[in-house]
């Protein structure tokens, strides 16, 4: 692995769409980079944003809703679609939804929009980043576990 696909790894998993889903296939299909060095990256990359949303969501709602404009409305639809969606687990599990939320590997799920719930539910900063970062290492095992298993049946029907 150069310093080029590590670092491509680790801003893949950085960015709000694909996060660990695209990262991890990305470093071992794309690269050819080993499972194991690609899973740390992405566990990583993955949890920079974290570090800045969960302490810095209540400045950055107050800058976006300060005055009309396009991401201040996509910032509000996707608020209000996140506690429409999340309400129930979050009053039946606390704060440990956030864990069950970011740990599944599906679209509109992950670290940025866990992020997201950990404001829109008030969960304490400290408490959202250890969360989310155990839904993060569980949703990596399952991609990379996944992917692996996509390469080896791959090198199977190959033969």
């Known amino acids: 692995m150069d310093v080029s696909e590590g670092a491509r790894t680790l801003l893949a998993a950085m960015v709000p769409v694909g996060e660990l889903r695209l990262a991890i296939p990305l470093a071992i299909y794309g690269m ?8 740390p990256l992405a566990l990583v990359g993955n949890m920079v944003p974290v570090l800045v949303l969960v302490p810095g969501l209540e400045h950055i709602s107050r800058l976006l809703l300060r005055f009309p404009n396009p991401a201040g409305r996509l910032f509000q639809w996707w608020t209000r679609r996140v506690q429409v969606t999340q309400e129930a687990r979050f009053r039946k599990y ?6 069950l939320f970011v740990a599944v590997p599906l679209p509109l799920t992950g670290a940025w929009t866990g992020s997201l719930a950990a404001w829109a539910f008030r969960v304490p900063a400290r408490q959202a980043i250890w969360l989310i970062g155990l839904g993060v290492a569980i949703a990596g095992v399952i991609v990379t576990a996944l992917t692996v298993a996509g390469v080896q049946a791959g090198l199977l029907l190959a033969r």
Not at 32 to 39: C, D, E, F, K, N
Request: no cysteine; aromatic share 14%.
């Open 32 to 39: 050819g980079m080993p499972w194991y060095q690609a899973l």
């Open 94 to 99: 606390g704060a440990a939804a956030l864990v």
